[in-house]
């Protein structure tokens, strides 16, 4: 019997250079100008040949980088067998024609990239919508530069319909570049109501968590969030070491003993210079956050530039409103910290963040004690007086206020205990035969 050989099959990974372009006013980490750009590129599925760094005083207004740069790229290009060429920069569409038109290779910008990305790892149909208006939006001022014919379609002396006298076809015609818009513009105002219809339906369901505790995990992506959401909740969520793995918002109960429990959300994650049309495509998605009670901001402590992600973070935080005074910051990945200076220099920089693992474990404790603070609130001394065959109130103190002392006379308790400020309000909703007198707290 002749044995069959096996033969394996495997997709070719696509080649890339990149580039980016350092600007004389930059304020950029020096330490590894490409490292976030490797990243995104790996994530991508491409494989890394070259890379070139570029100083400029001011941005070459027809190739971004210049005349002879541009000719160095295409003789690596050429050099390295090159398939597709990155900027870690944003293009113009006239930029991205005449770069391809000099090195005869692909070239995408960082914005293209980021959409590449999160088109490959949209699973649900929300942020497939979502992913496909983004990129419209991104490629709609680029129609004009991707038809360098611009050949009328319709009408004009020179098409067969016109020849024949075709009735209502005669006249300048229509381009195709004219066509393109005409469609792109439908699809977009087509997907635009779909997604209002999402905003909506997210805003409703996040108010009708009122009357819970809503957390919400947000932070630089792959900084953990989806391995933390997972110690908290056993949540299942997926987990992979690339960017952008999550696109699509999770929420569990968290329970965090002695009765109190809180809403917990994963969210996407953020990048430095993320796209503005990406982060108004996907508001319904972080429609978690903007509601949220307190946003737990998870940073990669064990990053080499962890500072510009947690400012990165702060950046699109602000831009989306979220107001500061409800954030708590968790410095996650510890356990791969080598160095105990490091630890010591973040904890002086950073004095009320939380130091975790979402791998191990470790400070988990301690997280858990900061939200059920921040859920509960400050203790506050109340004192009340109540019929005892009251039964939901009083199984009600008994489960979350601690009682100092008791006084009964006949069927009337007179109670003073301590309860938590967000409590406060469900207590008096036991009222009609409950006074509260509320006193300076603990």
């Known amino acids: 019997m002749t044995e069959m050989k096996r033969t394996d099959l495997a997709v070719q990974r696509e080649r890339a250079l990149l580039v980016r372009v350092i600007l004389k006013d930059s304020k950029t980490d020096q330490t590894d100008l490409l490292g976030e750009l490797r990243s995104l590129v790996r994530t991508a599925g491409a494989?890394?040949?070259?890379?070139?760094?570029?100083?400029?005083?001011?941005?070459?207004a027809g190739l971004y980088v210049g005349t002879g740069k541009a000719e160095q790229i295409a003789a690596r290009c050429r050099q390295n067998k090159v398939d597709v060429v990155i900027f870690d920069n944003d293009l113009t569409p006239a930029q991205i024609r005449?770069?391809?038109?000099?090195?005869?290779r692909k070239v995408l910008d960082r914005s293209e990239l980021i959409l590449d990305i999160f088109a490959a790892h949209a699973r649900t149909a929300e942020s497939r919508l979502q992913v496909e208006l983004a990129q419209l939006e991104y490629t709609y001022p680029r129609l004009r530069h991707m038809w360098t014919h611009l050949e009328r379609v319709a009408g004009g002396a020179t098409t067969a319909v016109a020849a024949v006298g075709g009735i209502g076809t005669r006249g300048p015609g229509e381009k195709?570049?004219?066509?393109?818009?005409?469609?792109?513009?439908?699809?977009?105002?087509?997907?635009?109501?779909k997604i209002h219809q999402?905003?909506?339906?997210?805003i409703r369901q996040v108010k009708t968590r009122c009357d819970a505790f809503c957390a919400c995990l947000v932070g630089y992506t792959n900084a953990g969030k989806s391995t933390l959401m997972n110690l908290l909740t056993g949540a299942g969520a997926y987990v992979a070491d690339q960017l952008f793995s999550t696109l699509q918002t999770k929420t569990r109960r968290w329970d965090l003993g002695d009765g109190e429990q809180v809403l917990l959300s994963d969210t996407?994650?953020?990048v430095r210079?993320?796209?503005?049309?990406?982060v108004a495509s996907f508001k319904a998605t972080l429609e978690e956050a903007i509601g949220a009670d307190l946003l737990i901001h998870v940073a990669d402590a064990a990053h080499e530039d962890v500072d510009r992600q947690i400012a990165a973070t702060r950046s699109v935080l602000g831009e989306l409103g979220c107001s500061e005074n409800k954030r708590l910051l968790a410095l996650n990945k510890i356990d791969e910290i080598s160095d105990p200076t490091v630890r010591t220099i973040l904890t002086s920089k950073y004095p009320n963040a939380m130091f975790i693992s979402a791998t191990t474990g470790e400070g988990a404790d301690a997280l858990v004690r900061a939200v059920m603070l921040q859920a509960e609130g400050a203790p506050v001394h109340v004192t009340l007086t109540a019929d005892c065959r009251n039964g939901k109130l009083m199984q009600y103190i008994a489960q979350h206020a601690k009682i100092r002392r008791e006084q009964f006379a006949d069927t009337k308790a007179r109670i003073e205990a301590t309860i938590p400020a967000r409590r406060l309000q469900q207590l008096r909703s036991f009222c009609g035969d409950v006074q509260i007198l509320q006193h300076n707290g603990e």
């Not at 494989?47 to 070459?60: L, P």
């Not at 005449?98 to 005869?104: C, F, S």
């Not at 210079?273 to 990406?278: I, S, T, W």
Request: glycine share 2%; proline share 2%; net charge positive.
């Open 47 to 60: 494989s890394i040949v070259d890379e070139i760094i570029a100083r400029r005083t001011k941005i070459h």
């Open 98 to 104: 005449d770069l391809e038109e000099i090195t005869d």
């Open 176 to 193: 195709q570049i004219e066509i393109d818009r005409r469609l792109v513009n439908k699809r977009v105002a087509y997907l635009k109501r």
């Open 198 to 202: 999402i905003d909506q339906r997210k």
């Open 268 to 270: 996407i994650g953020f």
């Open 273 to 278: 210079d993320l796209p503005h049309h990406l």
